[in-house]
């Protein structure tokens, strides 16, 4: 069972999820899944389509914004605006959880919805460290 991170009452972020992960996000309140891990980072993971697939049979909404090392500016706003209107928690996941937390967090930073002293405690809270997401 794959480790849901909660950051936010919005927003949790997960390293890999497996397939049948989707129904405990679906049991658990989730209402979009954003995967953030490009397809073929690792032979064993499911492909973006498949994820895609069982997420959309439980109701769920799924977008999928691949992020390979840091994330683009194009990708950030892409990754803030899914969440803004998911209208419900959002289940985001890559292969830690890293560039999840990292591309939702500098979307909230840019838009001005929370500091970076915020940001970098929420990180923390959920396990990783976003002191370098940021500038001073």
Same mark, same amino acid.
């Given at each position: 069972m794959t480790e849901f991170r909660r950051v936010t009452d919005d927003l949790s972020v997960s390293p890999q999820i497996a397939l049948d992960?989707?129904?405990?996000?679906k049991s658990e309140g989730f209402k979009l899944?954003?995967?953030?891990?490009?397809?073929?980072?690792?032979? *064993?993971?499911? &492909?973006?389509?498949e994820v895609e697939a069982a997420a959309r049979a439980l109701g769920l909404d799924y977008v999928h914004i691949p992020v390979r090392g840091?994330?683009?500016p194009d990708q950030v706003e892409a990754n803030h605006l899914a969440v803004e209107q998911a209208g419900g928690p959002v289940l985001a996941f890559c292969r830690s959880g890293?560039? *999840?937390?990292? &591309?939702?967090?500098?979307?909230?930073?840019?838009a001005d919805a929370r500091s970076r002293d915020e940001l970098v405690e929420l990180g923390a809270q959920a396990g990783y460290d976003l002191s370098g997401?940021?500038?001073?």
């Open positions: 992960d989707l129904a405990r996000a899944v954003i995967n953030n891990r490009p397809d073929g980072e690792d032979p *064993s993971q499911p &492909t973006s389509a840091g994330p683009t890293t560039r *999840s937390i990292v &591309t939702w967090s500098l979307g909230e930073f840019q997401a940021f500038p001073r």
